[in-house]
């Protein structure tokens, strides 16, 4: 289902309600009824929990509080530079995607789902070709593994299972 939206420059406006006024309950609702709906440049999938879907889109909007947003909106903050990297300004896409710190961990994020790929991959040969089945849990195992490798040979070593 397509869903048409725009920043009017105060709020967001949609096609969910009668008013036009963008509410998420109109949003939830909505996906708890399909399995995605595409609100122009953004696809709302109804398997990826709605806190991370809302924070995706705000992201991809440029509306989430980055320490230049946050201070534009009056907010004093001890510095305007990213609390990572400490030398550029903190806007959403050097936070989420430009700051090294966050590279590093796209790039680990990455290598795990390409490692986890070939797992799955590998898991599919043994059944097709060998009759063999490779039970899930074996899969999260090895990628468990490779996250403690990971963090103990990499140059992030203060990475944790919990951040």
Same mark, same amino acid.
């Given at each position: 289902?397509?869903? =048409? *939206? !725009?920043?009017?420059?105060?709020?967001?406006?949609?096609?969910?309600? @009668?008013?036009?006024?963008?509410?998420? %309950?109109?949003?939830?609702?909505?996906? !708890?009824?399909?399995?995605?709906?595409?609100?122009?440049? $953004? %696809?709302?999938? +109804?398997?990826? &929990?709605?806190? @991370?879907?809302? $924070?995706?889109?705000?992201?991809?909007?440029?509306?989430? &509080? *980055?320490?230049?947003?946050?201070?534009?909106?009056?907010?004093?903050? &001890?510095? /305007?530079?990213?609390?990572?990297?400490?030398?550029?300004?903190?806007?959403?896409?050097?936070?989420?995607?430009?700051? &090294? $710190? =966050?590279?590093?961990?796209?790039?680990?994020? $990455?290598?795990?789902?390409?490692?986890?790929?070939?797992?799955?991959?590998? =898991?599919?040969?043994?059944?097709?070709?060998?009759? +063999?089945? @490779?039970? =899930?849990? /074996?899969? @999260?195992?090895?990628?468990? *593994?490779?996250?403690?490798?990971? /963090?103990?040979?990499?140059?992030?070593?203060?990475? *944790?299972?919990?951040?």
């Amino acid at each position: 289902m397509d869903i =048409a *939206s !725009e920043w009017d420059g105060e709020s967001w406006r949609c096609d969910l309600t @009668v008013d036009r006024k963008y509410q998420v %309950r109109a949003l939830r609702l909505l996906l !708890e009824h399909q399995d995605q709906v595409y609100t122009g440049k $953004f %696809r709302w999938i +109804k398997q990826v &929990p709605m806190k @991370v879907m809302c $924070f995706i889109w705000r992201a991809k909007m440029c509306h989430i &509080p *980055s320490v230049v947003a946050l201070s534009n909106r009056g907010i004093t903050l &001890p510095s /305007k530079l990213c609390c990572q990297f400490e030398k550029l300004g903190e806007i959403d896409d050097h936070a989420l995607v430009s700051c &090294p $710190f =966050a590279k590093t961990m796209l790039e680990w994020i $990455f290598k795990c789902c390409v490692h986890l790929l070939k797992h799955i991959w590998k =898991a599919r040969n043994e059944r097709l070709f060998n009759d +063999k089945k @490779v039970c =899930a849990t /074996k899969l @999260v195992d090895t990628v468990i *593994s490779m996250f403690l490798w990971f /963090k103990h040979r990499s140059m992030i070593g203060c990475i *944790s299972r919990t951040d």
